[in-house]
């Protein structure tokens, strides 16, 4: 092996092994490990401006500005005081419903808002009907995270594989191009849930596990206690009219391919500052850097794999063992391999390293590289089995206080049926 090859390799396992250890705050580490590469020599500072300058990052940066705008309207928080009415009309089946709801817009919007509005308020609703808040919160995060993949804009992890599938060569996906894979995973997940998983968390009612620690890692950074995110803010109708009026036209925008995504939501961004519909200082607040950091981080690090080799040394490994098996298994398998994989690293990092070997993988196999790409989004946004996986299985962690286990109990069985639905449904929309 070649000295940069080495220190790509050295500096991979060190930066996945801080991120499993989960010390050190993801974005540290994805940065940190940046540097070390640029400092090596294994990365070039213009492939490092690249990685900080992709369109993902700017898509991402932009979206993260209009969301927050339409969170500050209190459009929001309107949305979910009338479903707390639904709940106290319909019961259980309000319940459901307003997580169902939650679930569609987490297509749209970051999840994370979402779930810390929605929450307390499916907590107290659930009480007051005399039914265990348990058996709502898990589901509640999970019902989101499976609405967030189905859109390409739903989540970071679509975002990022689309924009290094480009790098790659490979056309980019339309907004609602997965949306039909999505939501046969989304269906399949959702009647687990309301028919076994959600009985089943109530039965734990009463056993307590350890609140977590204010600022556990997860797949999008650090997250912390819920009172210090979201809050339910008054409604301002002209505000929030513009502010969803401008999200709706880049949606258009996009989804009709008249500008690029990246180029639709600098745009959108750019007119909510100039209409004063969320002032610079806001805009600059809903930014998140912890996240794009990260990505931008990572980016990096997935990179020094590619031009060093080492990507293609491994994936040369993985064709030989899976080639005599056909694209179908070779794809259940990349499937669960991201599946395992982004239960103990940020979806970044699952995105980035994973990425360039499903397109390799399908070229070797001499089919469309297009289900693979699919693959890739869909696992690595599945991260159930732990509380600590992704941000809003904190927050409902925290506050329905529930054991670990409680996590891996549902979150396992459900990976499992995801996969297979995911296995079964992605050929049929994307054929090899």
Known sequence: MEFNQIAALVVLVVVVGVLIHGKLRSDVAALSAAAALLLLGVIRPVEVQGAFASPAIIALACLFVIAYAIELSGLLGLLIRQATKLCARLGAAGLWLVMLACGGASAFLNNTPIVVLAAPVVKDVATSIGLSPKRFLIPLSYVTILGGACTLIGTSTNLLVNDMARNAGQPVFGIFEITPVALVIAAVGGLYLFLVGGPQLAKSEGSTGPVADTHEQTGDGTMGDIELFAVDRPFEPKRAFIALLVFVAVIGGAATGYAPIAAAAFAGA????????????????????????????????????????????????????????????????????????????????????????????????????????????????AAFATPFGYQTNVLVFQLGKYKYMDFVRVGVPLNVLTWIAGVVAIPYFFPF
């Open 270 to 381: 750019i007119t909510l500052i100039l209409l004063r519909v969320i002032s610079p200082e806001e805009a600059y607040a809903g930014l998140r850097p912890e996240v794009l950091l990260l990505i931008a981080g990572m980016v990096v690090v997935g990179l020094s794999i590619e031009v060093t080799g080492l990507a293609a040394s491994g994936t040369e490994l993985l064709i030989d063992f899976i080639r005599p098996f056909g694209p179908w298994v070779a794809l259940a398998i990349l499937y669960g391999v991201t599946l395992f994989a982004t239960e103990f690293l940020s979806n970044a990092a699952v995105a980035v390293l994973i990425t360039p070997v499903a397109v390799a993988l399908a070229e070797s196999l001499g089919v469309e590289p297009r289900p693979f790409l699919v693959a890739v989004m869909m696992a690595a946004s």
